[in-house]
């Protein structure tokens, strides 16, 4: 299986490899300089002055919550089409998730719909700008001033997003990035939580390490011994050096990869135009999308054959698809509890069905992505 093409691969380069060497063998493994500086460097990318570096995004919007201290019977509104952390992480803080319906020309969250959710019980929004595509943030914004809601931005997909000349993750409360191996950029497992609020990003980190006042590496540094205080019941959640030293280097290169995330974008809109299946909606005048995810639509009506069979049929000839996302009110876990009716969410819901996820990786060189062209069109040509 040598030449099969994983999905999502990301690019490791000497300077990651040294930096982690140079870790290793200055024998700080943990939270340290390293992720100080990370956290400076990104809030520089992102023009934003408070980064906090996590374990993850899951961690980041698990933290979010917690910091909008909501109660039970709190409800915060998010994206039907989304990663599971993204619901799972309102539920873990106490609040009740309740889903929007999704725009089915932009695949994100539709603002009609998330204002006809809105409920006296309603305290934050969750947007995810899917694939990379900002979300209609100010109509968003809008709704959140209109009924006093906070909003964490979920940039899982958005390192590069911006939307009107303002940055993906600096519009609310929070902005909340992942840097998982699959990412635009990645530390293997990590997150990021930004802020201009200094008090937000110092709950973050205090949830972050046990509720602790004080950052533990602190107290090891020459600067003499501080006690700690635990001033809340706080998580485990510290990003390490170790990853640090990945994602310093990563994100120096973080434009490098999206020129060429673009090109792939721009090459499969060529090549395939022509095709029987929906391709992503152009991008909107004045934004910035991030090239993360490429999603096509099968519908069986309109190729002939079924989303699965497509899925099944590319990984025959090699090639590593994703399903980006079957929606939520799909999983039993969510219909069993909320009582979610997929037919509330029928945008989500067909997309879910019928979408599937090309390799869109900066990684992949031209003869990789002729080939996954070329299985493309024979799938669908029934070869
Ligand atoms: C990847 C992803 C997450 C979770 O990120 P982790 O860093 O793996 O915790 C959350 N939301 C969305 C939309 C994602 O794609």
């Known amino acids: 299986m040598n030449d099969f ?24 493994l943990g939270t340290g300089p390293k992720v100080r500086r990370f956290e400076n460097d990104f809030a520089i990318y992102k023009s934003t002055q408070y980064a906090a570096a996590l374990n993850s995004c899951t961690a980041g919007l698990h933290l979010s919550c917690c910091a909008l201290n909501l109660k039970p019977g709190d409800e915060v509104i998010t994206t039907a089409m989304t990663f599971c952390a993204t619901v799972n992480t309102i539920i873990h803080s106490g609040a009740t998730p309740v889903l929007a319906d999704i725009d089915p020309a932009s695949w994100n969250i539709d ?17 995810v700008h899917f694939a990379g595509r900002p979300c209609d943030m100010d109509a968003i914004m809008q709704i959140a001033k209109k009924y006093n809601l906070a ?42 939580v930004i802020s201009n609020n200094q008090e937000n990003i110092a709950r973050i980190k205090k949830l972050a390490l046990h509720g602790m ?7 090891f540094s020459d600067h003499g011994y501080k006690h700690y ?21 990563q994100l120096k290169r973080v434009e490098k990869y999206s020129k060429k995330r673009k090109h792939i974008w721009d090459l499969y809109n060529d090549e395939f135009k022509s095709l029987p299946i929906t391709l992503p909606a152009p ?17 069986e009506d309109k190729c002939g054959i079924d989303r699965d069979t497509f899925l099944t049929e590319m ?13 939520i009110p799909h999983h039993p876990f969510y219909k069993e509890k909320y009582n979610w009716n997929p037919n509330d969410y029928p945008n989500a819901v067909k997309f879910g069905n019928e979408t599937v996820s090309l390799p869109i990786s900066a990684k992949l060189n031209d003869n990789e992505l002729e080939r996954i062209i070329k299985s493309v069109k024979e799938v669908l040509n029934g070869k």
């Open 111 to 127: 603002p009609l719909d998330i204002e006809r959710r809105v409920t006296p019980n309603t305290r934050a929004i969750i947007p």
């Open 151 to 192: 909003i964490i931005e979920d940039c899982a997909h958005a390192i590069e997003t911006e939307y009107k000349g303002k940055k993906a993750g600096t519009f609310g409360d929070f902005g909340v990035f992942s840097f998982y191996a699959t990412k635009n950029i990645v530390t293997g497992e990590g997150g990021m």
């Open 283 to 299: 991008i909107e005048k004045n934004t910035r999308h991030a090239y993360h995810l490429f999603n096509i639509m099968i519908n």
């Open 5 to 28: 093409i994983v999905f999502g691969q990301p690019i490791i380069e000497q300077d990651e490899i040294n930096e982690v060497i140079d870790s290793l063998k200055n024998s700080w």
């Open 229 to 249: 205080l635990v001033e809340e019941a706080g998580y485990k959640y510290n990003m390490l050096d170790l990853q640090a030293a990945i994602g310093i280097h």
């Open 315 to 327: 990984t025959k000839k090699k090639i590593g698809v994703g399903v980006h996302y079957q929606a």
């Open 213 to 219: 006042s004080t950052d533990a590496w602190k107290r």
